[in-house]
């Protein structure tokens, strides 16, 4: 009797495997692209696009994985985030390091600088409620650490959902305010020892918002949009005795001081959309 029972046990398990494999390739299969609108040839390489669920089903992420052009089977694998927060990742598939730019919002040619060339990359949307991913019951409402936790789960339905990519040579990169993405994602996948993570990059990246504001200061000095008299002005009131290249401008007390750079940054934001929009 106890050996029907682990015989029938045994048979139930293999069955449940089987059962979950072959669900997973269905979705894999479902996945894959066969199809690029506005790309002709069509793409030699492999590429899915789909849904991966973050900490609960209730977070559905976006994303798109295309393969390497040379030796996919072999090739690491990057992530890709953009940032904002709010940015969708598929700015940077068409318009940065992706497989094909997107030229005047209608035309596709191919990226001879794409980083499939060399790497299966890895685009994923996040949060929920940026480019095509969502939540299902419309509450979008997330945090930095949330954000991390999700994109973590993804990473982890999407090891399911293409279990060749375990052990692969792993790097999680992304700009802007991906430098906060990248690096509470990073802390998640290390604890887990679940990925080979080789190496992290963050392009433009924001660490830090007071120095990021602050930056915003030098940034109209270098660039000609304050008078040489306004820039006086800023050092005397802001800096006091500390070189102005180290000048926090956005952390002074002084009164006469925040008004200056109050001034300043309306200014230069107005005439720089002026500059955008001719």
Known sequence: MTMCYRVILFCHIILDSLLIKDALTECRNKDAVRFFPGVWPQ?????????????????????????????PKTAPLIMWLNGGPGCSSMEGFFSENGPYNMIRGTNLVENPYSWNKLANVLYLESPAGVGFSYAVDNNITTDDDYTALNNYYALLHFLKRFPEYKGREFYITGESYAGV???????????????????????????????NDNSLIYFIK?????????????????????????????????????????????????WIKYIQFI
């Not at 696009?49 to 030796?71: D, F, K, T």
């Not at 990248?182 to 120095?211: C, D, E, M, R, W």
């Not at 800023?234 to 102005?244: A, M, N």
């Open 222 to 270: 270098y660039h000609g949009l304050v008078s040489e008299r306004m820039w006086n002005d800023l050092l005397k009131h802001c800096c006091h005795s500390q070189y102005y290249s180290h000048c926090l401008f956005t952390d002074a007390s002084s009164v006469k001081c925040q008004s200056l750079v109050k001034y300043i940054l309306d200014n230069a934001t107005a």
């Open 43 to 71: 793409p030699t390489f492999n590429h899915f696009s789909g849904y991966l669920n973050g900490s609960n089903n209730n977070i559905r992420l976006h994303y798109w994985l295309v393969e390497a052009v040379r030796s």
């Open 181 to 211: 993405y990248v690096p509470l994602l990073a802390l998640h996948v290390i604890k887990s020892q679940q990925f080979n993570l080789k190496g992290i990059a963050v392009g433009n990246g924001l660490t830090n918002y007071k120095f």
